[in-house]
């Protein structure tokens, strides 16, 4: 198992509210990854980091907003979460330019 | 730009059978890595194989092979001996080592193994 941990597994809040999901390595990688997956589809790349302070969104056009502080944390955050947020959030981390991602486990969120 | 296209939405195979899973991808790279990533139900996403394309050799891990086609830019996923635990989604993805640090994936071929 890959040393990387998401928190919450799983979240159901109200429209409105602001939410932050966490994601942390222990393995040392400056690459971090935000993918967001409705279940059983494809992957949707929302944001990316290549290293502390260093933050680009992804091919998927997202309301979301990150930042990277530590190497090892790279939290994303919903100002005002929405029914359309509804989804599984995959957090994932890589090394260098070849190198294997490692994903966390998700965090399944819903927006009522 | 990259693409990667897994034509085979879902696929089935008995079980102890064998089965091929179809990954076709488009670039103008020479250089370039291939993955296979195995997601089973509502568990993690996981690295099946991996090859590097300067490498003419099929990568190989215990029951899983590819067959790398670099000219076509194909790349099928071979499961021998096909056990109930290979059941999930397979997703194929890509990556180059130059410019953005992005991976490209497949929409996914769900795998369903009977007993």
């Known amino acids: 198992e890959a040393d990387i941990y998401q928190t919450p597994r799983y979240l159901v809040i109200g429209t409105g509210k602001k939410i932050t999901l966490e994601c942390s390595q222990t393995?040392?990688?400056?690459?971090m990854y935000w993918y967001q997956q409705d279940p059983g589809m494809e992957l949707h790349l929302i944001h990316y980091?290549?290293?502390?302070?260093?933050?680009e969104k992804g091919d998927l056009s997202s309301e979301s907003t990150v930042s990277r502080i530590r190497t090892e944390h790279f939290p994303l955050t919903l100002e005002s979460a929405r029914p359309s947020h509804t989804s599984q959030y995959l957090c994932?981390?890589?090394?260098?330019?070849?190198?294997?991602?490692?994903f966390g486990p998700g965090t399944r969120l819903t927006v009522l | 730009a990259q693409t990667v296209t897994q034509s085979q939405p879902e696929m089935s195979v008995q079980e102890a059978e064998t089965v091929t899973l179809s990954c076709t991808y488009d670039t103008s790279e020479s250089d370039y890595y291939l993955f296979w990533y195995k997601q089973p139900p509502s568990r993690q996403m996981i690295l099946v194989i991996r090859?590097?394309?300067?490498?003419?050799q099929n990568a190989t891990e215990n029951r899983f092979s590819v067959n790398f086609q670099k000219a076509a830019k194909s790349f099928s996923l071979k499961i021998s001996d096909s056990q109930l635990g290979d059941a999930a989604m397979y997703f194929c993805a890509y990556r180059d080592p130059s410019g953005t640090y992005k991976y490209i994936f497949g929409t996914g071929t769900r795998l369903k193994v009977l007993a």
């Open positions: 980091s290549y290293g502390v302070n260093s933050t």
């Open positions: 393995m040392g990688h400056d690459k």
């Open positions: 994932a981390s890589s090394l260098g330019a070849g190198d294997t991602q490692y």
């Open positions: 090859q590097e394309a300067y490498k003419q």
